[in-house]
């Protein structure tokens, strides 16, 4: 069997007829493309606006910087995520706090985050960035009240779930990303999500002021636009207002994602279908868990969308697992090593039991093989593989 990753994108000659195109055409880098880019990405998820930029990481960093975090904001994430989800705070000076896991569906737990905040003065904490993680969607309308209530704002990083949904309180269905709850929610287009750039993300909001703001702050803090310069020297002049950053996309890769993204409901479908096989072949298996399998996704409480970006299983024996899949060409991978025990963030001051749950959750999480273009045959062998090592380690 040929080595099968935990994740890899899908380009089809129509992806490469795409970027060729953009090569031989007037614009390379900032064009027509990544305006289609961002007008068909917009549509796609349901919000208003959206800002295409280098990758998922500068898009958190300019909606931190749009949001006004600086050395006095204190914001709440989620320890299982990766490192640029609480990196964007600190990029700005902010503090980072985390707030434990719900160990059910492996998200930022909602009551974790209200004690935090009920534990001080209003004013004291700024924002929360939840995450859609593995491709989960979390339910923003409650984050939404919570925010109120404690005055803070929400960029929802949704990179693991572009097509995912949630279904509010009056049953409309709430796409990842869409706005209606976060003031800024964010994507990113690295290889093994569901839509690939190379390099690439994209900012999605309703609110036209951070639309604006945003725009600028992706090019240098530059406006060309008349209307908003103080002066005017001639049709060269443009102003440079506040200190922004070369975080553009170019054309070439934006073409790669528009053709990519009219396939996305049929990857998304493709992944629905992959989850399925998986919860059918794991389901009734005492010593394996599946973190939010289909069943607890779509119940008579949930009717989500989960985008299944990862599908990740619970064992005990994980480590071995892991090395025993890689003896088979198995590339399984652990998602994510909690961020308070990175070097970094342990020399700010963390600890490796500040949060339990997501300690607990590490110890035993492995993502198994999920992408569109996982044949049936190679999702067999993973399941053989692994119903395999779970027998002998019984
Ligand atoms: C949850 C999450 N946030 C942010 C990022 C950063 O995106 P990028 O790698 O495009 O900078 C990633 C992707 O790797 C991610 O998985």
């Given at each position: 069997?040929?080595?099968?990753p935990?994740?890899?994108?899908?380009i089809?000659?129509?992806d490469?007829?795409a970027?060729v195109?953009t090569?031989?055409?007037?614009?390379?880098?900032?064009?027509?493309k990544?305006?289609?880019?961002?007008?068909?990405?917009?549509?796609?998820?349901?919000?208003?606006y959206a800002?295409?930029?280098?990758n998922?990481?500068a898009?958190l960093?300019?909606?931190a910087?749009a949001?006004?975090?600086?050395?006095n904001?204190r914001?709440?994430?989620?320890?299982?995520?990766?490192?640029?989800?609480?990196?964007?705070?600190?990029?700005?000076?902010?503090?980072?706090?985390?707030?434990?896991?719900?160990?059910?569906?492996?998200?930022?737990?909602?009551?974790k985050?209200?004690?935090k905040?009920?534990?001080?003065p209003?004013g004291?904490?700024?924002?929360?960035?939840?995450?859609d993680?593995?491709?989960?969607p979390?339910?923003?309308?409650?984050?939404r009240e919570?925010?109120?209530?404690?005055?803070?704002?929400?960029i929802e990083d949704?990179?693991?779930?572009?097509?995912?949904?949630f279904?509010?309180?009056?049953?409309?269905?709430?796409?990842?990303?869409?706005?209606?709850?976060?003031?800024?929610?964010?994507?990113s287009?690295?290889?093994?999500?569901?839509?690939?750039t190379?390099?690439?993300?994209?900012?999605?909001?309703?609110d036209?002021?951070l639309y604006?703001?945003?725009l600028?702050?992706?090019?240098?803090?530059?406006?060309?636009?008349p209307a908003?310069?103080?002066?005017?020297h001639g049709?060269w002049?443009?102003e440079?207002?506040e200190l922004?950053?070369n975080y553009?996309i170019?054309?070439?890769?934006?073409?790669?994602g528009?053709s990519?993204?009219?396939?996305a409901d049929e990857?998304?479908?493709?992944?629905?279908?992959?989850?399925?096989?998986?919860?059918?072949?794991?389901?009734?298996?005492?010593?394996?868990k599946?973190?939010?399998?289909?069943?607890?996704?779509i119940?008579?409480?949930?009717?989500?969308?989960h985008a299944y970006?990862?599908?990740v299983i619970?064992?005990?024996?994980?480590?071995?697992?892991?090395?025993f899949l890689?003896?088979k060409?198995?590339f399984?991978?652990?998602h994510y090593?909690?961020?308070h025990?990175?070097?970094y963030?342990k020399?700010?001051?963390?600890k490796?039991?500040d949060?339990?749950?997501?300690?607990?959750y590490?110890?035993?999480c492995l993502?198994l093989?999920?992408?569109?273009?996982?044949s049936?045959e190679?999702?067999?062998?993973v399941i053989e593989?692994?119903?395999?090592?779970?027998?002998?380690?019984?």
């Open positions: 069997m040929n080595p099968i935990y994740g890899r994108q899908n089809t000659q129509e490469i007829n970027v195109e090569l031989q055409s007037d614009f390379l880098t900032q064009g027509p990544v305006a289609e880019f961002e007008e068909k990405f917009a549509a796609y998820i349901g919000a208003k800002v295409a930029v280098a998922g990481t898009a960093h300019l909606c910087l949001l006004g975090v600086n050395e904001s914001v709440i994430t989620t320890p299982i995520t990766f490192a640029a989800s609480a990196n964007c705070v600190r990029y700005c000076g902010g503090q980072v706090e985390f707030a434990d896991i719900d160990p059910e569906t492996g998200l930022l737990d909602i009551e985050v209200r004690q905040l009920q534990s001080q209003k004291y904490y700024s924002g929360i960035i939840p995450v993680f593995a491709g989960m979390v339910n923003l309308e409650e984050f919570l925010a109120d209530e404690f005055g803070l704002w929400i949704a990179c693991h779930a572009p097509g995912g949904y279904t509010d309180s009056k049953g409309q269905k709430q796409n990842c990303g869409n706005g209606n709850y976060a003031e800024l929610a964010i994507f287009f690295h290889p093994v999500k569901h839509i690939a190379g390099e690439g993300g994209m900012i999605t909001t309703n036209p002021e604006q703001k945003l600028k702050l992706r090019t240098h803090g530059i406006t060309r636009d908003k310069m103080h002066e005017n049709g002049y443009m440079m207002q922004g950053y553009r170019s054309d070439i890769l934006t073409a790669l528009i990519q993204l009219s396939r990857g998304l479908q493709k992944r629905q279908e992959i989850a399925n096989r998986y919860d059918e072949a794991f389901r009734n298996l005492t010593n394996l599946i973190l939010n399998p289909a069943a607890y996704v119940n008579k409480d949930h009717n989500w969308l970006h990862l599908y619970q064992i005990e024996k994980r480590k071995e697992l892991y090395d890689r003896t060409n198995i399984a991978q652990v090593i909690p961020l025990r990175m070097t963030y020399e700010l001051g963390f490796k039991d949060f339990p749950l997501a300690e607990a590490y110890e035993m993502s093989p999920m992408y569109p273009t996982l049936a190679e999702q067999e062998y593989n692994v119903l395999q090592f779970l027998n002998q380690a019984r």
